[in-house]
């Protein structure tokens, strides 16, 4: 079993640690009313981004998400929340110590404590039973996510439904994959509100692990020109409620249409399964992703590639 295909089965009983780990956490995390920027990398800002879209529906405050290359430095915060599961990106590491700087209160969660990022952030929330030894993020992302998703969430409602996510990614692990989409060639994700961040991440993961086609729109943008590209051949998966119509439409257009009938980050972990099956169907090592390292690490002076 690859280091990924492992992680990714451990979701539920991290997802569980980290509802337990979030009243204990509050003071370090957003408070209601702060403007708050969440940040990120890859995986991580994308996580940002739903984490951010879950906290203003709750009516918590203004809450931007920004890759941590793009942080504009001329807003003003009350605190930065920094996503990072290895505690050594780069760009991670110099947006925290120019806002220690700038007097800015951070908080990094962190898989690995053990790294840099303790002597630049101002507070810390540990998920090292979320670390992982993959490439690929699976398990890290949707742990820092449901721990957000919980500290965000008014009580008993938030309970109900982080219980409902964790019996639908135990259901995700179980059910079959959309037949048809292991041998597709292209593949378009959907989400609405806080899904929307998850749609760009179920898009990355299928071209990380499996070198796959795969976009991702707002649901209701997709009419918009994207649905241009579908036909037979691609699958389009709405993880979260579909706008009406559009599931004829695709099939109308001779595509695979694939509803998100669980929690949207349980359809996640569906996503992920995909990801390693079309990998495997490709005879492809998803711990060997293709030009990518678990952290990137940047030399003096030099820049990513945008």
Not at 204 to 228: D, F, N, Q, T, V
Not at 271 to 278: F, G, I, M, P, T
Request: charged share 20%; net charge negative; glycine share 8%.
């Amino acid at each position: 079993m690859s280091h990924v295909a492992y992680e990714l089965g451990t979701q539920p009983e991290c997802w569980e640690r980290a509802v337990e780990l979030a009243p204990a956490r509050r003071a370090v995390l957003p408070r209601p009313g702060e403007r708050t920027a969440i940040v990120g990398c890859g995986t991580s800002y994308y996580m940002a981004q739903a984490a951010a879209a879950l906290r203003e529906e709750a009516g918590q405050g203004e809450t931007d998400a920004f890759p941590a290359s793009e942080f504009p430095l001329h807003r003003r915060y009350d605190r930065v929340v920094a996503l990072t599961r290895s505690g050594t990106t780069t760009e991670v590491l110099d947006l925290l110590a120019g806002l220690r700087d700038a007097g800015v209160p951070t908080t990094a969660v962190v898989g690995d404590p053990a790294t840099p990022v303790m002597s630049l952030a101002d507070e810390l929330v540990v998920l090292d039973f979320a670390d992982e030894q993959s490439v690929v993020q699976t398990r890290f992302a949707t742990t820092a996510l449901t721990l957000l998703r919980a500290h965000v969430g008014q009580q008993p409602a938030i309970t109900a439904a982080l219980t409902a996510a964790v019996a639908d990614a135990r259901a995700a692990l179980a059910q079959p994959l959309p037949e048809q989409a292991v041998s597709s060639g292209q593949f378009t994700f959907l989400g609405r509100g806080w899904s929307v961040g998850l749609a760009h991440e179920a898009a990355l993961k299928m071209r990380e692990a499996s070198l796959s086609w795969a976009e991702s729109y707002p649901a209701m943008e997709y009419r918009h020109g994207p649905i241009s590209i579908t036909g037979p051949g691609t699958v389009t998966w709405c993880l979260g409620e579909a706008p009406e119509g559009l599931a004829e439409q695709v099939h109308a257009a001779g595509g695979q249409w694939v509803a998100g009938r669980l929690d949207p980050l349980a359809e996640l972990v569906r996503v992920h399964r995909l990801a390693l099956a079309v990998a495997a169907h490709q005879e492809l090592d998803p711990d060997r992703p293709r030009n990518l390292t678990r952290s990137v690490i940047l030399a003096a002076g030099e820049e990513a590639v945008r």
